[in-house]
């Protein structure tokens, strides 16, 4: 559930700066790519530590 959560969050801000920028020429949306990219650099580590504990045992 935490995943998809994840990954919709990211399209949505994804998305939503994307077509703020492309509509109005302009940056409407204020938010950096680095704040967009968190929900992914996020489940990245989920899949790195499942991974890690699933080895490790």
């Known amino acids: 559930m935490i995943r998809l959560t994840l990954l919709t969050s990211f399209l949505y801000l994804l998305i939503n700066k994307i077509s703020g920028e492309l509509e ?7 938010n950096t790519y680095s704040f967009i990219f968190t929900p992914i650099w996020i489940l990245l580590f ?7 504990r699933a080895t490790s045992s």
């Open 24 to 30: 109005n020429s302009e940056v409407a949306n204020q």
């Open 46 to 52: 989920l899949w790195c530590a499942q991974i890690c």
